[in-house]
């Protein structure tokens, strides 16, 4: 998703302007003069224990400042934005729209405003804000973004676009900036630019690049080079790009990979790759390297059909029998997984409550196997009770287990999660379920996925973490298909002998 700075963090705190010594008084009776420094004492004190995250301290020193010194637009700017990251819109609110009495037209003011209003859960309101701050301060980078990923967020893609593209007039160079943009135009399937200012993420996110002592490599033909790959994001996100470490495998015959462990198992198995290391481990020997997630830019990849085809991995064998002794003939196998990996950014987002997701389980002619790890002890038990789910999660340790599960099954349903993507890049018929604001990698309003022909996309329609609708289109669509099933067993001698 892209790198909303909507909060806090798109705030600039403020010293404030000490106060003058008026021209008519005597400098040495002026009560002003004497009262100086401890004013600007306590605003350095203040400002310091914001910064510190010591914020009711803080905002004690300023309403101090304010009992001594009169109102003061920096000073209320600043308890506003205290109040924010002690997530207290409205009195945030409160303080922004004094300080806006005083000086309205003072940047950051409204994008203050748009903080609180987006903690209360009005758009419209942040939105009009982000527009008002951008009306007085058109070059304003923490604007633009914040108004970009608001209008993200509500799958206005386009717009979000001309806002960046306005910004960059101003900043071009921006990292934040141009990782946006180039997120944007990724979702818009726009790959050329999307994939150029995907490079700005390292910047964007103050993440060092991994200090290999070799060169990058920067798309040139390698010759008889051997080129390492490393992985730098999630399971999901290597399972995906994987397939271009694979592509180069089948052009060249030196590429080796450094990669996460739970992943060595199942990739050291694919054709095209010399060597698959771990992470835990050290780098094999290489000329050059380059990161998973760069190499549709060092490609020159430019549409969709270059992609390459499902499937890119094969399956492993299953060397355990199934829980399914008591299942019916004809019965469809279905693998699980309602929920994101906890520490991801936007897990909360991505993820189904279990109480919700186990509506599905009421499907008819349907065996559900839950490949989901580390589910909570009250799913796992309410899984252990009942006689068509299966829970496997102790039958797995890594990403080859996981293969070997999906290999048996009839049909994967899963969040966007790393199994959603092990089973697209198998060719596994996948339903894969989605929130409003998807990730940019499945567009907007598509059905289908560019990345895994076998795959259907099923999306939360309003914002909100409403998957109410999402699962009944789900159960809707499970019933007939275990209904089906029901149907072709009861009646295939028949129809066979037609």
Not at 100 to 127: Q, T, V, Y
Request: one cysteine or more; glycine letters at 6%.
């Amino acid at each position: 998703m892209p790198m909303s700075i909507l909060g806090i963090d798109g705030i600039i705190l403020r010293r404030g302007k000490t106060s003058t010594v008026p021209m008519s008084e005597n400098i040495e009776n002026c009560t002003a003069a004497r009262r100086l420094p401890r004013i600007e004492t306590l605003q350095q004190y203040g400002l310091s224990l914001q910064r510190m995250g010591e914020l009711d301290l803080a905002i004690s020193v300023y309403q101090r400042i304010l009992e001594l010194d009169g109102d003061n637009p920096d000073v209320r700017f600043n308890i506003g934005a205290a109040r924010l990251q002690q997530t207290r819109p409205t009195e945030a609110l409160q303080q922004f729209k004094a300080a806006a009495r005083l000086k309205p037209e003072e940047s950051g003011l409204h994008l203050g405003m748009a903080n609180a209003h987006k903690l209360l859960g009005d758009l419209k309101l942040a939105e009009s804000y982000l527009r008002k701050e951008l009306e007085i301060y058109p070059e304003s980078v923490k604007a633009a973004v914040n108004l970009g990923w608001l209008l993200e967020e509500q799958n206005r893609v386009p717009e979000a676009l001309v806002q960046y593209r306005k910004a960059m007039y101003y900043n071009l160079n921006d990292v934040n900036l141009r990782w946006n943009h180039g997120l944007a135009c990724l979702t818009l399937g726009d790959y050329a630019r999307g994939w150029r200012d995907y490079e700005y993420r390292w910047a964007a996110r103050n993440k060092q690049k991994p200090p290999y002592n070799t060169p990058e490599w920067q798309g040139e033909h390698l010759s008889d080079r051997t080129l390492l790959i490393y992985t730098e994001q999630g399971f999901g996100d290597s399972i995906m790009f994987g397939r271009f470490a694979l592509q180069l495998g089948e052009k060249h015959e030196n590429i080796v990979l450094h990669c996460q462990p739970a992943l060595k198992r199942l990739l050291m198995k694919q054709p095209g790759l010399r060597q698959v290391t771990s992470k835990k481990d050290l780098p094999p020997k290489h000329d050059v390297h380059a990161s998973l997630m760069s190499l549709p830019y060092l490609m020159q990849l430019k549409n969709e059909l270059e992609l390459g085809e499902t499937p890119y991995l094969q399956n492993s064998e299953f060397n355990d029998e199934l829980p399914s002794s008591d299942a019916l003939s004809g019965e469809k196998r279905i693998a699980i997984a309602w929920a994101s990996a906890p520490d991801g950014e936007t897990s909360e987002k991505k993820s189904i409550p279990y109480v919700k997701f186990r509506r599905l389980f009421n499907a008819p002619n349907c065996r559900f196997y839950s490949v989901q790890v580390d589910a909570e002890a009250t799913a796992i038990a309410d899984m252990n009770r009942r006689a068509n789910v299966h829970d496997l999660s102790e039958s797995i340790i890594d990403f080859e287990d996981t293969t070997a599960i999906l290999g048996q099954m009839d049909l994967v349903i899963s969040v966007d999660t790393a199994v959603a993507h092990l089973a697209g890049a198998l060719g596994r018929p996948t339903w894969t379920l989605l929130p409003y604001a998807a990730d940019w990698r499945w567009r907007v309003h598509r059905t289908d996925s560019p990345w895994y022909g076998t795959m259907r996309l099923f999306r939360q329609q309003r914002a909100g973490g409403d998957w109410d609708h999402v699962l009944e289109e789900v159960s809707h669509c499970l019933f007939n298909y275990g209904a089906q099933m029901s149907t072709t067993r009861l009646t295939g001698s028949h129809l066979l002998s037609a």
